[in-house]
């Protein structure tokens, strides 16, 4: 089955003590994209990538890294999180052969709270 | 500076109604376009985009949405709600930059009344 998985689903950490969220993408996407989702604000893109080795800073990349090592994967990381990370997190991933956008596909969503 | 809006955090209709969810955009150039829903507990699911030519898209579950580059709007619209579409709608714009940029709107909230 194609799909976005992302580990893990719900996080409980403390403030400062680093974590990774992993995403996986089973469709050979080039482009894949970190958001994080609060309310009253949307979704706001962290990171994205356009192809291994390639990213770039979306809206609101402060506090977190992203890695592309390879084409399936890009965890977020987060060296040293603070409560105002609290947020729901989703990654996505897109499929663009002729330059045009294509249909992004999301993951479940990550719970992360931070205490 | 790049913004979508979605004026009405929450709409209303009853079952059998046609529904409209708004959204304006600032985004110079021709961007494209996209609406996305998520149900409760889920990830967002594509509804249906716009990339150039016939301003009226069709999209999954019966929805449409229309470009009016005059008005900056792209406005999501379906003949007859279900009680079934209830959920959080977010418009989202990629700007024309060559990058994988994208800008949602804060969401609105769908209410279909039995």
């Known amino acids: 089955e194609a799909q976005v998985t992302q580990n893990p689903r719900y996080l409980i950490t403390v403030t400062g003590k680093k974590l990774t969220v992993t995403c996986s993408q089973n469709?050979?996407?080039?482009?894949m994209s970190w958001y994080r989702q609060d309310p009253g604000l949307g979704l706001r893109q962290i990171y994205y990538?356009?192809?291994?080795?390639?990213?770039d800073k979306g809206d609101v990349p402060e506090g977190y890294k992203v890695s592309r090592k390879e084409k399936r994967n890009f965890p977020l990381i987060l060296e040293s999180p603070s409560p105002n990370q609290t947020s729901l997190y989703f990654c996505?991933?897109?499929?663009?052969?002729?330059?045009?956008?294509?249909?992004?596909?999301f993951g479940p969503g990550t719970r992360l709270t931070v205490l | 500076a790049q913004s979508v809006a979605q004026p009405e955090d929450q709409v209303n209709v009853a079952e059998g109604n046609p529904l409209t969810v708004k959204c304006t955009y600032s985004?110079?150039?021709?961007?494209?376009l996209f609406w996305y829903v998520q149900y409760p507990n889920r990830g967002l699911q594509f509804l249906l985009k716009y990339i150039t030519g016939d301003n009226l898209v069709k999209g999954s579950y019966g929805f449409e949405a229309e470009f009016n580059k005059s008005q900056t709007s792209f406005h999501l619209k379906k003949p007859s709600a279900l009680v079934s579409d209830s959920a959080l709608y977010f418009c989202?714009?990629?700007?024309?930059?060559?990058?994988?940029?994208?800008?949602f709107g804060t969401g609105t909230r769908l209410k279909v009344l039995a």
């Open positions: 469709m050979n996407h080039e482009y």
């Open positions: 996505a991933s897109s499929f663009e052969p002729t330059g045009m956008p294509g249909t992004q596909y």
């Open positions: 990538s356009m192809n291994v080795e390639v990213t």
């Open positions: 989202a714009v990629r700007p024309p930059s060559g990058t994988y940029k994208y800008i």
């Open positions: 985004v110079s150039g021709n961007p494209y």
